[in-house]
């Protein structure tokens, strides 16, 4: 693997980098204090591309690969993460859903409007009783001929009130278990289709997380991603990509944390001297930044395996491992550094101490990753 990046690939990670620092991170703050949703800020990122990024330039995306995407995953999620978990969730959830399994019709109708940032999607998987175990779905697509009637409860839904359109996994019939869910489309303001309260939470709090409520919502026949029973097939892959993101975005709050960690120890002075003259600082400095370039070497294997058209559930399985604990370990660390500042808000780091722990929670656990790598491994 060549580890050397092309300069198309250096223009889009140079381009994310801009729009964070003058885009993203003037009103950081306040929008993690208010749980404000960057409406404004998700449209500008949509006119620069970065909502489409992978998708077929056919139906408005960019055609590029999994490595520009990582790059700018990166970027963004340094200094928001909040943002940028709602680019991974349109960019590798639902549209490469979409573009990889959807009709040509699904595509021109709702993936097209996608890539732009005209709309925005979410991707319904999760239930109070289920989390992200897809075979134990209990929200419900009865079929009616040339329509199915939805019934169920979406729990922890990003973009969950922004969206305009929505894939929900339910079960068709569950006497055929995996084999007997689908994935449909779903539009917002459907007759049935509820939004729910805003969740409160500790992290990434500008952005918009809500349940979903299904109550005998009507949907089209053609509104169904792939042949009858192809539902569950369909959420693995897409979250086997999704990991991918989702590692990228505990990369780049990793990457975030330490640059203003190492910033601060150049600065701040203790005892006659700046602390990154202190052992005990500089061999923090070290380890967070040892941590970083091996979890951005997985992350960047992973992108590449996708790329190759190479098996990646291993990889992003370990991406995502290694990647969301790197972003818990530096976050802390950077915040110890800060010493008293760390626990301010004016400095960051707290945000994205807090920020780092829903990345070992959303796309799977990193108890479900270990589940994935054991069995890879233990298979031969």
């Known amino acids: 693997m060549d580890f050397t990046l092309t300069e198309e690939h250096i223009m889009i990670r140079d381009a994310a980098r801009d729009f964070a620092k003058t885009e993203l991170l003037p009103g950081v703050i306040e929008r993690d204090e208010k749980q404000e949703f960057p409406k404004e800020l998700i449209k500008k990122m949509g006119d620069l591309g970065f909502l489409g990024m992978m998708a077929s330039p056919e139906y408005g995306g960019g055609g590029m690969d999994t490595v520009s995407y990582v790059l700018a995953m990166e970027e963004l999620s340094k200094v928001d993460a909040s943002a940028s978990v709602m680019v991974s969730v349109n960019n590798s959830l639902v549209c490469w859903g979409l573009d990889t399994f959807g009709t040509e019709e699904q595509k021109e109708k709702y993936l097209a ?189 992973a992108a590449w395996d996708k790329d190759q058209g190479q098996n990646y559930d291993l990889s992003g399985a370990m991406a995502k491992l290694h990647a969301s604990q790197t972003a818990m370990d530096v976050t802390v660390e950077a915040v110890q550094v800060h010493g008293g500042n760390g626990y301010v808000k004016e400095y960051h780091v707290e945000r994205l101490m807090r920020d780092a722990k829903i990345t070992q929670i959303y796309e799977g656990t990193s108890e479900i990753q270990k589940i994935v790598i054991s069995r890879s491994i233990l298979k031969d």
């Open 113 to 301: 409007k996608l890539t732009t940032g005209e709309k925005l999607g979410a991707f319904c998987l999760s239930e109070p009783e289920a989390g992200s175990d897809a075979t134990s779905q209990r929200t419900t697509a009865i079929d009616k001929g040339d329509h199915y009637i939805l019934n169920g409860t979406k729990n922890w839904i990003t973009n969950g009130n922004s969206a305009d359109f929505y894939l929900v996994i339910a079960q068709t019939d569950k006497e055929k278990k995996h084999k007997g869910i689908n994935a449909f489309i779903v539009e917002k303001g459907w007759e049935g289709f509820e939004v729910g309260p805003k969740e409160q939470k500790l992290g990434i709090r500008g952005s918009d997380t809500h349940s979903l409520n299904f109550n005998d919502v009507k949907v089209p026949k053609e509104n169904r991603i792939g042949e009858d029973g192809f539902g569950f097939k369909f959420a693995m892959k897409t979250l086997s990509g999704g990991r991918i993101g989702i590692a990228a975005q505990a990369l780049g709050i990793a990457s975030g944390a330490y640059e203003l960690a190492k910033t601060y120890s150049k600065q701040r002075k203790a005892f006659g001297t700046e602390i990154c003259n202190h052992q005990a600082i500089a061999f923090k400095l070290a380890d967070m930044h040892t941590q970083i370039e091996a979890a951005r070497h997985l992350v960047m294997k």
